[in-house]
């Protein structure tokens, strides 16, 4: 049975000179909306860029400068040493080594963070070889309007010529978001059922609520500070799960994880979502694609050691451990390919043992020795601090093992071998720090230097669960998150065990519970094809920020941006994503104007820079300051609710109703025949001939 | 019967049960709830009351109001003629019952239920009025919806929303262990809406003015039924909601307004005159008209009765009393620990009530002494800003509960409640009670939708932590030194809410916006041939 050609050609034939007028009317629509977007896009392009530089400006007195300073000391220290010391790159970390936390200067900067930071000194070296830090002199409030003007734009173009680099990698990558939120928003809303100009313009609306989100210029060109680079990825991240390209998605995450560890505590839901879908390759294809490309980004340290007197060394044995893994598994998937199908029905249960065997036996003759040298340094607290046992190792290799033999079991096409390949490299050099006691220091300052660095209920000035604990309920700023919550007192309950945590404990399991319920709404509506699932992905950044301990006041940043998204599911959550940015806007603003002496430099520039705006002896940094003050920490309840709506929303169903289709006889469809006249409601009691119930084209 | 009968009739037995026990179990709590509470009563409200229903006794119902003069400065009563009726009816019944009156707590007794049984009951009758009331509306707005799917669980809905009020921990607590009597504008509150929802706009008009003669501030509210009713293009609708609010006012402070009190011989002096007016306005309005028509009638009665009180001898210190003293009472920014937006804007930003903020052209009548009557315009306070946001939203409500009720909208019950919560978060001079309010109308939002109820239990547990932690400071529960009070259950509750005041005004602010933007997005009903998504 197949269709007749000319509805095939109705639906299917691209415009072209037998186009039809309905065709070439839905092509000129295309073009137009294509246009208008190409249009839109670029004035809100120059727009933003010219907010951007105008915001930096504004703000230069008030730039968080022992941030800042702390961002060029570091990058400007590697690029000294790669440049003139003949060192590397990779050298940084393993100088600070493994940093006592009361260290200061300390370096808690994540690999791609520091990488960015290098580069962005290299570029200023070209500009300015080794010229200082610019220092920040109030523009004193002078008489003469000319030349006090002459004073004030020159001291900008310094600040300009030397943040240059940075905020053109900020304004790039807040532009790679808004293109992300666009595809994203678009690509959710059209599967929806929207029609394609809806879906385009809701897509833009989002990229455009990216683009000006006043919390992400605030904290990349006020600050300026990097804490926006975990958005786009994220939203990248989202934007390939939902288009299927699951190790790719991992990749974007990775990339997002190098750049700040924040993206970490969102990472268990991409992995979750696909689960509670029953997807397990899909999971197995992200967590791939992630330890692929943060392995290969990190090798540089997890494959070499450090001596001594800090030269480098190539581990041999490691790198031979994160190439031969990898290698015998591709291999093992190629050969199971060509071998399976010769082998007959009753001799395929060989293939399992050559497998395992193929598998197992060149890593544990890789590692064997390797483990008969390190096994006396694992008891060594120095070697390694955080590891309890040689059984972690252990426990690694067989996880290893297990994946590396259900890969060679299951991988079928190349893009999946390559993602195994890539990932079990990945994984496997990761785990060398722990074999093989490889360079460990970046991934200390990186991802484990700041959950135990600052072991405060907030940092900063944050309004948050905690930070209302702290202010109005009186737990102490610094040994709050250690202090020990006993749960379940009642001995019957517990078998007369009691259950007590830390309040750090505390609170982030109950993050890590609701992460998870959030992850199930995730996994329904992208299963429902749903608009919430817009919402849904972005509760975990709420939940993030309004829950755990050791939260800074730009973290809301992260929710507030990628909130952006959210107008494709409904105005109100849009609106709920504006609130978080005004509320972030505030809290960042609070903290870069705390001190009394900035408010006054503040006050002093503006009347200077922006006399037409400001009068003389304006007191507008300390108004503004009042008002900040004023919302801190109580605006967090406020941000509770909006954590509580975000979550209702993603855990409510949605019930799709059953669609009802028209009953018509079937040949009405296929068959050339004429459709039969309609009955009469005078004949319709009259019985009429069974109807085959699937028709059969005639002969 | 056959099994479809059954069915049929399973969903109203199951419903008649659940009522039945609930209604045990509610009036057994609510009993209980008086001798759990005896630590924290807060004994100056009831107080209060019984000072005034002694009073009330003693010198006639009637001449209180005379004998006190409650005046500018001079805030001695604060009572409407309705709630010092209760007040005198139950002094009277512990005098017929031989019960101690000479002075409140001078005897054991007076901490009983038994000694306060008439008020308590009468409070749950309120209650119970409201419940039902509350059923009424849900089962209404559900039945009459255009969508079907909202005509199958309007019967367990209904009795879901009345559950809800029956059982509202905000409510009982302030009925039953403050106690107070902020209950009893709520039925005549809920069943004014179902007036309206029915078109009986007359009796909507009279229940309201009713209801402000035991609590005035239910015409802070009140006022937006006419105005729904006139943005439903129904002007004779509004017309009638008005003559009815004017006509119950008058009918309750008829006694006074037909007789004025002589200070001298201590007794009331009736005018003939003005009671000769009344009935002739009221017989010409029954029978000139060629149909009897129950608001002119009502207009009449009403109008003659103001005349009187206004011109022809009668005294207005009752009507001051009720409706006037609560305005100029307590000037400040917020009454007790109440978390709304003046106690944000006075905590944090020290803003006070009288603080001016700008000035706007004044316009004001005179008289002819040259003393200032009405004034738009002129000075606006924080107090006036305030006020005003409040009306404007209020309206803002009122006109979409109008379109809302045209498209037989559900949210018509939110649009119509949602004055009350911005009444508590919004102007000066509230007290923390009033949340109250607000939670027994959330009830009726299970008419909506899951989410907004939720909303309104987030609201009823903000209504009942303001009442408990007034209910416990009033007590000095928290004072430093009281051994064993402060590590005693109420203490931790004391320490547990107190920190919330006035933060947590932020997250009524953030659900006033909430429900706002929910009343205002359009009804979004799936096309007629949609693809397989879902919003």
Same mark, same amino acid.
């Given at each position: 049975m197949s269709l007749p050609d000319a509805s095939i050609a109705t639906f299917n034939t691209p415009a072209g000179p037998d186009a039809t007028p309905r065709s070439r009317r839905a092509m000129i629509k295309t073009i137009v909306m294509w246009t208008v977007i190409a249009i839109v896009s670029v004035i809100a392009l120059c727009a933003g860029t010219k907010l951007r530089r105008g915001f930096f400006d504004f703000a230069v007195p008030i730039h968080f400068q022992s941030d800042n300073y702390r961002n060029y000391s570091w990058g400007f220290y590697t690029f000294y040493n790669a440049h003139d010391r003949g060192r590397s790159f990779l050298d940084t970390f393993d100088d600070a080594g493994i940093q006592d936390r009361r260290n200061n200067p300390y370096i808690d900067y994540s690999p791609g963070r520091l990488a960015v930071y290098t580069m962005w000194m290299r570029a200023h070296h070209a500009v300015d070889a080794y010229g200082p830090f610019p220092a920040k002199p109030p523009p004193r409030a002078n008489k003469d309007i000319?030349?006090?003007?002459?004073?004030?734009?020159?001291?900008?173009?310094?600040?300009?010529?030397?943040?240059?680099?940075?905020?053109?990698?900020?304004?790039?990558?807040?532009?790679? $978001?808004?293109?992300?939120?666009?595809? *994203?928003?678009?690509?959710?809303?059209?599967?929806?059922?929207?029609?394609?100009?809806r879906a385009n313009t809701i897509g833009l609306?989002?990229?455009?609520l990216l683009w000006f989100n006043m919390g992400m210029i605030i904290s990349a060109h006020g600050w300026p500070s990097g804490d926006m680079w975990v958005v786009p990825p994220f939203i990248w991240a989202v934007y390939l799960c939902r288009r299927g390209n699951w190790a790719l998605a991992g990749a974007a995450l990775a990339i997002g994880t190098l750049f700040k560890g924040q993206q970490f505590f969102v990472l268990p839901m991409f992995i979750l979502w696909p689960l509670f879908q029953l997807r397990w390759r899909a999971a197995a294809a992200l967590v791939g694609g992630f330890l @692929?490309?943060? $392995?290969?980004?990190?090798?540089?340290?997890?494959?070499?050691?450090?001596?001594?007197?800090?030269?480098?060394?190539?581990?041999?044995?490691?790198?031979?451990?994160a190439v031969l893994l990898p290698?015998?598994?591709?291999?093992?998937?190629?050969?199971?390919?060509?071998?399976?199908?010769?082998?007959?029905?009753?001799?395929?249960?060989?293939?399992?043992?050559?497998? $395992?065997?193929?598998?197992?036996?060149?890593?544990?003759?890789?590692?064997?020795?390797?483990?008969?040298?390190?096994?006396?340094?694992?008891?060594?607290?120095?070697?390694?601090?955080?590891?309890?046992?040689? @059984?972690?190792?252990?426990?690694? *290799?067989?996880?290893? $093992?297990?994946?590396?033999?259900?890969?060679?079991?299951?991988?079928?096409?190349?893009?999946?071998?390559?993602?195994? @390949?890539? @990932?079990?490299?990945g994984a496997s050099a990761l785990a060398s720090m722990l074999l093989f006691s490889t360079c460990f220091a970046w991934f200390d300052a990186g991802y484990m230097f700041g959950t135990d660095h600052w072991e405060f209920m907030v940092m900063g000035l944050t309004s948050n669960l905690p930070g209302i604990m702290t202010k109005r309920f009186g737990w102490d700023q610094h040994g709050g998150p250690q202090y020990m919550v006993s749960l379940f007192n009642a001995h019957w309950y517990t078998l007369g065990y009691k259950i007590e945590m830390t309040l750090k404990t505390l609170l982030f399991s109950i993050y890590l519970l609701l992460l998870v319920l959030s992850s199930m709404g995730v996994a329904m509506h992208d299963r429902r094809n749903s608009t919430r699932f817009l919402v849904a992905v972005v509760t975990p950044w709420v939940l993030f920020f309004t829950i755990p301990c050791q939260i800074h006041e730009r973290y809301l940043l992260f929710a507030a941006a990628a909130a952006s998204i959210c107008i494709g599911h409904s105005i109100g959550a849009a609106l709920l994503g504006v609130f978080l940015t005004a509320v972030t806007w505030v809290m960042t603003i609070h903290v870069m104007i705390g001190n009394q002496l900035i408010r006054l430099t503040w006050n002093r520039y503006l009347e200077a820079a922006y006399p037409e705006w400001f009068d003389k002896k304006t007191t507008f940094a300390h108004q503004?300051?009042?008002?900040?003050?004023?919302?801190h920490p109580d605006i967090g309840w406020a941000v509770i609710l909006t954590a509580l709506v975000f979550l209702w929303i993603t855990l409510t169903p949605v019930w799709v109703r059953r669609r009802t289709f028209p009953l018509l006889p079937a040949f009405a469809v296929v068959s050339p025949k004429p459709a039969p006249e309609p009955v009469r409601r005078d004949e319709a009691s009259i019985p009429l001939e069974p109807q085959p119930l699937i028709a059969v084209e005639p002969q | 019967m056959g099994w479809r009968t059954a069915v049929k009739w399973a969903w109203p037995a199951v419903c008649v049960i659940v009522a039945a026990l609930a209604l045990c179990e509610g009036v057994r709590l609510r009993w209980n709830l008086w001798e759990w509470t005896q630590p924290i009563r807060f004994v100056g409200d009831i107080n209060n009351g019984f000072n005034h229903g002694r009073r009330a006794s003693e010198w006639g119902y009637l001449n209180v109001y005379e004998r006190l003069k409650p005046e500018p400065g001079r805030a001695t009563i604060d009572y409407g003629p309705l709630r010092l009726g209760v007040m005198s009816a139950w002094v009277s019944w512990l005098k017929s019952n031989d019960y101690p009156t000479t002075d409140y707590r001078s005897d054991d007794v007076q901490k009983t239920r038994a000694y306060h049984a008439p008020l308590l009951n009468f409070n749950m009758t309120m209650e119970l009025?409201?419940?039902?009331?509350?059923?009424?509306?849900?089962?209404?707005?559900?039945?009459?919806?255009?969508?079907?799917?909202?005509?199958?669980?309007?019967?367990?809905?209904?009795?879901?929303?009345?559950?809800?009020?029956?059982?509202?921990?905000a409510s009982m607590l302030e009925a039953h262990a403050w106690p107070q009597w902020d209950v009893w504008p709520m039925p005549f509150f809920l069943f004014a809406l179902y007036c309206g929802l029915r078109r009986w706009w007359l009796a909507a008009g009279l229940l309201i003015g009713f209801g402000s003669m035991f609590k005035g501030q239910i015409l802070m509210v009140g006022w937006t039924i006419p105005l729904w009713a006139f943005c439903m293009g129904d002007w004779r609708g509004a017309l009638r909601t008005i003559v009815g609010v004017f006509a119950a006012i008058m009918l309750v402070g008829s006694p006074w307004a037909l007789s004025n009190y002589d200070e001298a011989t201590k007794l009331r002096i009736i005018h003939p005159a003005a009671i000769g007016i009344t009935v002739l306005a009221t017989l010409a309005a029954i029978l000139v008209p060629r149909r009897f028509s129950p608001a002119l009638v009502c207009f009449a009665i009403a109008t003659s009765l103001y005349v009187s009180m206004s011109w022809l001898g009668g005294t207005d210190y009752w009507y001051r009393s009720a409706l006037d003293v609560g305005t100029w009472h307590f000037h400040t920014m917020r009454m007790g620990p109440t978390s709304n937006l003046p106690a944000i804007l006075e905590t944090q930003w020290q803003w006070q009530i009288d603080d001016l903020l700008f000035t706007l052209p004044a316009f004001a009548y005179r008289d002819s002494a040259g003393a200032e009557g009405l004034r738009i315009g002129g000075d606006i306070t924080m107090r006036t800003l305030l006020l005003s946001i409040y009306f404007g939203l209020s309206a803002l409500c009122a006109v979409r509960a109008a379109f809302l009720d045209r498209g037989r909208d559900t949210r018509v019950l939110l649009a119509l409640s949602i004055p009350w919560l911005l009444f508590f978060v919004i102007p000066c001079q509230v007290h923390e009670r009033y949340l109250v309010f607000v939670s027994m109308c959330a009830a009726t939002w299970v008419a909506c939708g899951a989410g907004v109820t939720l909303i309104g239990v987030v609201l009823t547990v903000v209504a009942f932590m303001h009442v408990i932690v007034c209910m416990i400071g009033s007590n000095g529960i928290d004072w430093v030194g009281m051994e064993g009070m402060y590590d005693s259950p109420f203490g931790f509750i004391r320490r547990l809410i107190d920190p919330t005041n006035p933060g947590i005004a932020w997250l009524l602010l953030l659900a006033v916006l909430i429900l706002l933007y929910n009343i205002f997005t359009p009804v979004r009903r799936p096309p007629a041939c949609c693809g397989n998504g879902v919003n």
């Open positions: 000319v030349k006090q003007a002459a004073e004030v734009a020159a001291w900008q173009q310094t600040q300009r010529d030397f943040w240059r680099w940075f905020l053109d990698f900020n304004t790039v990558f807040e532009a790679i $978001g808004a293109v992300g939120a666009f595809l *994203l928003t678009r690509q959710v809303v059209r599967s929806a059922g929207a029609k394609p100009i609306i989002a990229a455009l @692929g490309l943060f $392995g290969l980004a990190t090798c540089g340290w997890t494959l070499t050691h450090v001596d001594a007197q800090h030269v480098r060394y190539k581990d041999w044995l490691a790198i031979l451990f290698l015998v598994t591709v291999l093992a998937a190629i050969a199971r390919r060509l071998l399976l199908p010769r082998l007959s029905r009753e001799r395929r249960w060989v293939m399992p043992i050559v497998l $395992g065997a193929l598998i197992v036996l060149p890593a544990a003759l890789a590692l064997w020795p390797s483990f008969v040298w390190q096994l006396p340094q694992f008891s060594d607290p120095k070697q390694a601090p955080w590891i309890a046992s040689s @059984g972690a190792a252990y426990l690694i *290799l067989i996880l290893l $093992g297990t994946a590396s033999a259900l890969a060679a079991q299951y991988a079928r096409r190349w893009q999946t071998l390559t993602t195994v @390949g890539l @990932g079990l490299f503004l300051y009042r008002f900040c003050e004023g919302s | 009025l409201a419940a039902v009331a509350a059923f009424l509306l849900v089962w209404h707005v559900r039945r009459r919806s255009i969508d079907p799917a909202q005509h199958a669980w309007a019967l367990p809905l209904s009795l879901l929303a009345a559950l809800l009020v029956w059982f509202n921990p």
